[in-house]
């Protein structure tokens, strides 16, 4: 009986065709529900015991060498037929394409555009090599003024006149000299500066600064712009402007946002005490206007600045500012289903 069977076990391996029919009468030879396997199997309890063993092995071999031949013959036609069709089959699960998924910068970046974009400012763009004059003395701090000092500039080379821009306010500065008023812009890039690098703090991050020059200009414009801004950014409408100093404003203030101190999370952020500061602000100085060939007489405007990578730290709760440059995809992917 062994032996037949393992004749079988020969035969099935053996065995081709590319015709369905044939595959099926095969099938319902060894598999079929009166087919030779169920025939060997009822033989089971005929076999004497010390041949037990062996035989149920080899009608287990026999079953699946039989089943594996008609799986892997129809899966030859199947897939014979597919390429042969002109879409192949049409019910075959869709193959996976890999999301990508915008970096956090980008995505904050675009929100706060999308909020100024709404009451019309427009972007504006400029190079990040920037020379000496947009960067600072346009900005009213001249050579050695003091207020240089604010920001640890990275200079290219040994030309003092080149260097990787601090601010934005740079791109506000080109656009001055390039529009007439009424303008309305935000500046969006990325910014350098020679500092530590820590959790809290890096060599570059990104801004978004803001300039509106028309008459009539006020400060109450400033202040409901920015509020508008944070009720839309964070839906908290109560800020508060701290006064302050910046060489190219005139009166400068602070802006902070109130967070509130409901949860833990606002304690930490906050630091306790349920403000937090999101950028600085101001009326530009008449000097900048007039450095920029704007009629201060006419004209005044208002200038503010947001650090991007602070407010994407603070919605997204992400600890170390260094984790926006590493580029570790296990970070990066997290951010797949924010637009
Ligand atoms: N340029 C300032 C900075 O980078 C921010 C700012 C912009 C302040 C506009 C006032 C007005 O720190």
Redesign the pocket.
Known sequence: MIETIKKHIAEVQAFSSTNKEEIENFRIKYLGKKGLLNDFFAEFKNVPNEQKKEFGQVINTLKNAAQEKVDSLKDAIESNSESKGVYGDLSRPGEVVPLGSRHPISIVKNKIIDIFLRIGFNVSEGPEIEDDWHNFTA?NLPEYHPARD??DTFFIQTNPDVLLR????SV?VRYMEDNKPPIRTISPGR?YRNEAISARSHCFFH?V???YVDKGVSFADLKQTLQYFTTEMFGKSKIRLRP?Y?P??EP??EVDVYWGLETEADYRITKGTGWLEI????M?DPNVLKNCGIDAEEYSG?????GIDRIAMLLHQIPDIRMFSENDVRFLEQFKSVL
Do not use: D, Y
């Open positions: 900005l604010m920001q601090t601010h934005t306010s506000q910014v801004q600064e803001g300039l302050s910046f190219f404003t400068s203030a950028g600085g602000c101001g530009v208002f200038a503010f600045g947001v």
